[in-house]
C-alpha cells in the first residue's frame, strides 16, 4: 500500500487548489482543450503487457479522433490495460487495471495530477460520499476504499476474490463477483459486507431503472458452461424478482440504459435491446455486428444515440461506431487497440 508523505500531500493539495473554475483549462501539447459536453472519451485497453493503453476522444462537433490524449500531456504512457475512468469531483480517474494503478487527470486537458498506486489488479471506481469511493480488484480479493481528499488507499473491505462492477442506491453499494453466484451488498458506513443475493456465476455489469430495481446481467459460468442470466432484483428487499435465462451460446455483457431508464441495452455478439417491462429476453437483434466485432457499448444520454466499439482482431486498432436511437449507422472511427469502456463527458 502506497503512503503518502507530508511532502507529497502538500504538493497534491496545491496541485488541485490551483484549478481555477475561473480561468480557461490550457490544452496539452496536441492542443486539445475539452469541455464538458465536447465529446466522448474511450478506453482503449491496448495488449495484456503491451504497454500500449490509450483514452481516445471523439468530438460531437465535427466527429474527429485524437487516439492518445495521456501521452501529449504527459510525456509518458498510460500504462498496460486501460479498464475504466469514472468521473469524481471534476476529475478523471482512470484505472490502468495490469499497471495496478489509478491515474487521477483533468479532463480538460488530460494532465495527470496524481497516480494512485497500491492495488493489485485494480477495474472500477464507484464515489460512494464526498471523501470516499471504492475500487473493485481482479485479484485483490476484495475492495479498496480510497480517500478521496488525499487519493491514497486508506482501507480494504474483503468481499470476494474478483470483483466487479459497483452500484449504489438506497445508501448501500451493490457489487458482482464473477466467480461468485452473489451479488454482495456493502454498507458503506461501516466499510462490510450486510447481505448477498443469490444469482447465477458470470455477473459482469449492473444498471438501476426508473422503478428504482437493480438489473443484474451474467454472462454465465465458463467452466461449467452453465448459461447466464438477466436478473431484476428489488433493492429493498434484496431479493431476485425476475430471471430471464440465456443459452450456452450466449455471452452477454455491457449492461447500459437510455436516459429514461426505461430501456436496456446490452451486448450479446449484437446490440440487443428490451423493455424494462419486458418479461422475456429479445430475439432479434437490435443492431447486428456484421463482420465487426462488437466489444464496448453505451447510450448517450443526451440524444440516445449508441456508442458501440469494434475491437476488430483484438491486436489491431478498433472503431468507434456510432448509431441513431433508430439504429441507423452514422459514423465509424479507428481509436486504439481493444476499445472498451465509452464516457460521455
Known amino acids: 500500500m502506497l503512503k503518502t508523505t507530508i511532502v507529497t500531500g502538500i504538493i497534491f493539495i496545491s496541485l488541485f487548489s490551483s484549478c481555477k473554475k475561473d480561468e480557461p483549462p490550457a490544452p496539452n501539447s496536441n492542443g486539445m482543450s475539452i469541455a464538458p459536453g465536447d465529446g466522448v472519451f474511450v478506453m482503449n485497453e491496448g495488449n495484456y503487457q503491451g504497454g500500449n493503453a490509450k483514452v481516445s476522444f471523439y468530438k460531437y462537433a465535427d466527429g474527429s479522433v485524437t487516439e492518445d490524449l495521456f501521452m501529449p500531456a504527459n510525456d509518458r504512457p498510460l500504462g498496460d490495460v486501460g479498464q475504466s475512468i469514472t468521473m469524481i469531483n471534476g476529475y478523471a480517474y482512470v484505472v490502468v487495471n495490469n499497471s495496478g494503478k489509478i491515474e487521477v487527470v483533468d479532463p480538460h486537458n488530460f494532465v495527470s495530477l496524481k497516480t494512485i498506486t497500491g492495488f493489485t489488479s485494480p477495474r472500477f471506481v464507484l464515489q460512494v460520499s464526498p471523501t470516499k469511493a471504492y475500487v473493485s480488484d481482479l485479484f485483490g480479493g476484495g475492495i479498496s476504499i480510497l480517500n478521496l481528499t488525499t487519493n491514497s488507499i486508506s482501507g480494504y473491505i474483503?468481499?470476494?476474490?474478483?470483483?466487479?462492477?459497483?452500484?449504489?442506491?438506497?445508501?448501500?453499494?451493490?457489487?458482482?463477483?464473477?466467480?461468485?453466484?452473489?451479488?454482495?451488498?456493502?454498507?458503506?458506513?461501516?466499510?462490510?459486507?450486510?447481505?448477498?443475493?443469490?444469482?447465477?456465476?458470470?455477473?459482469?455489469s449492473m444498471q438501476l431503472d426508473a422503478n428504482g430495481k437493480l438489473w443484474f446481467l451474467s454472462y454465465g459460468d465458463y467452466a461449467t458452461s452453465a448459461p447466464g442470466a438477466l436478473i431484476r432484483i428489488n433493492t429493498t428487499t434484496h431479493t431476485p424478482e425476475m430471471n430471464l435465462p440465456f443459452t450456452t451460446f450466449?455471452?452477454?455483457?455491457?449492461?447500459?440504459?437510455?436516459?429514461?431508464?426505461?430501456?436496456?441495452?446490452?451486448?450479446?455478439?449484437?446490440?440487443?435491446?428490451?423493455?424494462?417491462?419486458?418479461?422475456?429476453?429479445?430475439?432479434?437483434?437490435?443492431?447486428?455486428?456484421?463482420?465487426?466485432?462488437?466489444?464496448?457499448?453505451?447510450?448517450?444520454?443526451?440524444?440516445?444515440?449508441?456508442?458501440?466499439?469494434?475491437?476488430?482482431?483484438?491486436?489491431q486498432r478498433g472503431h468507434l461506431v456510432r448509431y441513431s436511437v433508430n439504429g441507423t449507422l452514422l459514423d465509424n472511427k479507428i481509436v486504439g487497440v481493444i476499445p472498451g469502456g465509452i464516457y460521455f463527458y
Open 158 to 204: 474483503p468481499v470476494a476474490d474478483w470483483t466487479e462492477t459497483m452500484l449504489m442506491t438506497n445508501g448501500q453499494v451493490f457489487v458482482c463477483a464473477p466467480n461468485h453466484d452473489k451479488v454482495y451488498v456493502v454498507d458503506p458506513n461501516s466499510n462490510s459486507v450486510i447481505d448477498s443475493i443469490a444469482v447465477v456465476k458470470g455477473g459482469n
Open 250 to 315: 450466449d455471452s452477454p455483457t455491457r449492461l447500459c440504459m437510455n436516459a429514461a431508464h426505461d430501456s436496456l441495452y446490452y451486448l450479446n455478439y449484437a446490440v440487443m435491446r428490451m423493455s424494462i417491462n419486458d418479461v422475456a429476453l429479445p430475439i432479434i437483434p437490435f443492431i447486428s455486428q456484421g463482420t465487426m466485432n462488437f466489444y464496448g457499448l453505451n447510450v448517450n444520454p443526451a440524444n440516445g444515440d449508441i456508442y458501440v466499439t469494434d475491437a476488430v482482431d483484438y491486436s
